[in-house]
């Protein structure tokens, strides 16, 4: 297990199988005093309901003595790392236009879920890379979403 970050809600692993695939699990402790990991898992429910395509696939969930969990498909890099690795440490205009649109999409598919995200400024750390290259909510952000009736 190795840890591949933390943040003020609790810390992320990377895990594996018995086949050496490899996940993410997100922790959270059961004394915490602002339980967000439900809100999480609701959300992830929601959107894989509805087939989002720019949200990391749920694998599990379960809870320990001491934490709560969530076992997701594990992603890549986020986009500010992938800006700050490119030539000239920035995104060529395609792949910017192309990252931004998948990024709307993104937010479009939280919002088909009842949910709204309160940042204003979006950032790139929030935003993972998949395999495919496409952009990916960061699921550390999720302290921000409220809920929204229609």
Not at 109 to 116: I, M
Request: with cysteine; proline share 3%.
């Amino acid at each position: 297990m190795k840890k591949l970050g933390e943040g003020t809600f609790g810390a992320v692993y990377m895990v594996q199988d018995g086949k050496g695939k490899k996940y993410a699990m997100k922790v959270e402790s059961i004394n915490e005093k602002v339980p967000l990991l439900r809100l999480e898992l609701l959300v992830m429910q929601r959107l894989q309901a509805r087939h989002a395509v720019h949200m990391a696939d749920l694998i599990d969930k379960g809870h320990s003595d001491t934490f709560n969990y969530i076992i997701m498909k594990l992603l890549g890099k986020s986009l500010q790392v992938a800006k700050k690795t490119g030539p000239d440490k920035h995104l060529s205009l395609g792949p910017a236009i192309g990252c931004a649109i998948q990024c709307l999409e993104a937010l479009e598919e939280l919002h088909w879920t009842g949910f709204l995200h309160r940042f204003v400024k979006i950032k790139p750390s929030m935003w993972l890379l998949c395999m495919s290259q496409k952009c990916t909510y960061n699921h550390d952000e999720f302290a921000v979403i409220v809920p929204c009736y229609f």
